[in-house]
Every structure is written in C-alpha cells, then in structure tokens.
C-alpha cells in the first residue's frame, strides 16, 4: 500500500490565488521530504528538500517566497504555491524515504492547472 | 552543476523485443537508483544500485552499475505490453544524502 500519501490530487485554481499541498508520510517518520514538477513528458526536477523543524532547501532557480514550504511534524510537509499564475500549471509530486539507505517513495501527485 | 543524461527520450518497439535505456554522469555517483512511471501515475522504485560493476536481475530486467560509478543501464527482455511506461534513472552524488537527480527519462511504448 501507499506509504507516502499526497493532497490533493487535482486542483484548479483562478490566476492569483495560493494552493496548499500536503505530503504525508504513513507509519512513518520522515525528517526530510523532497518536493519534486514535472511538466508534461519532461523529468522530475527537485524544486526544494523539506527539512522538519528547520527552514526548507531551494533548489537554484526556484523561489522560495513562491513555493513555500512548511515541514512542521514528522509526518507532514506542505508546499504552498502563492499568487499562482498560469505558468505553475504542472504535476507536483512529493517523496520520502525511511532513512538515506532507503528508496524513495512518491506520493501521486498533484496535478495544478491555474486558469 | 550535477546532471544526469539519460538515452534514449523515446523508444518504441515491437512487443518480444528487448529494449535498453542508458544513463550517464559526468562525476561519481554514491549510488543510482530506477523508477518506473506509468502515463498519468507516480514514479514507482524499480531498485537502487551501490557497488562498482554491480549487476541485479529482477525477472526480464536487468540493470547495471558501470565499474567507474558514473553510467547506468537498464535491459528489458522480450518486452511485454505491461512494460510501457517511462523509465527513470537517478543518480546520487553525496554519500549518506537522499537526493537524486533525474535523468530525462526513457519513455518506452510497445507494438502489441
């Protein structure tokens, strides 16, 4: 079964509004989560690393008072694209992993189109 | 910066075929890992590779870690319809670290 669970899975929002997505992880602890876009038929490109307790990590390039992240339990990140514009349409997805040994595991994404 | 190149984009191929996807790095990777994404899921871990040469066979797939641990391969055998889907590999490049950079991906369809 799932072992990371993300929210929502689709979302359609107006130009200029903030939407939340949540990132959990199931029966277990997850200190550090990764918050991956993806645009059609392209890769994952990391966008941030979700510290608990402490201030997320930008990936180069990618702004941080626009995605901002908040990873404040063990088991909940959530990345909140603020003002959106049609441009942040994309596929969204989350991961984390039990420990460094471990794989990743994905949420289901959520997929974000901005009218 | 840390990159990950991966051919082909693009794969299509008669179902019983074999089909190959290779990754290459310009520095050491730690470790590299595949994921498995069908059209319109989640990419799903395939296995993750850590020593010098290593090989590991799941069923019809193959993959290899290059003794220099900067290139990667994955073979399918005699594909089947329920191999399509986009093949990623990621590498990473800090020991005892979590994150992974992607390759573009392989996207494999299959000629029932």
């Known amino acids: 079964g799932a072992v990371v669970s993300q929210h929502p899975s689709r979302v359609i929002c107006k130009s200029g509004t903030s939407v939340k997505i949540e990132c959990r992880s199931l029966?277990?602890?997850?200190?550090?989560m990764f918050w991956y876009r993806q645009f059609p038929k392209q890769s994952l490109m990391l966008m941030a690393t979700?510290?608990?307790?402490?201030?997320?990590?930008?990936e180069q390039g990618v702004e941080k008072d626009k995605f901002l992240i908040n990873h404040a339990s063990l088991t909940l990140s959530t990345l909140t694209v603020t003002s959106a514009h049609p441009e942040d349409s994309s596929f969204y997805i989350c991961?984390?992993?039990?420990?460094?040994?471990?794989?990743?595991?994905f949420g289901n994404g959520t997929r974000l189109t901005v009218t | 910066g840390q990159q990950v190149m991966q051919i082909p984009q693009y794969q299509h191929v008669q179902e019983g075929e074999d089909f190959t996807t290779y990754c290459n790095s310009s520095?050491?990777?730690?470790?590299i890992q595949w994921y498995k994404q069908r059209p319109g899921g989640h990419p799903v871990f395939l296995i993750q590779?850590?020593?010098?040469?290593e090989v590991k066979k799941q069923k019809r797939l193959t993959f290899q870690f290059g003794e220099a641990k900067k290139n990667s391969s994955l073979h399918i055998t005699a594909t089947q319809t329920t191999d399509v889907g986009t093949y990623f590999c990621?590498?990473?490049?800090?020991?005892?670290?979590?994150?992974?950079?992607f390759g573009q991906g392989t996207r494999l369809t299959i000629n029932p």
């Open positions: 990621a590498g990473c490049f800090e020991e005892g670290a979590q994150k992974l950079v």
């Open positions: 029966d277990f602890q997850a200190t550090t």
């Open positions: 979700s510290n608990e307790g402490s201030k997320a990590t930008y």
């Open positions: 991961s984390a992993s039990f420990n460094y040994n471990s794989p990743l595991h």
């Open positions: 590779l850590v020593k010098s040469g």
């Open positions: 520095t050491t990777l730690s470790n």
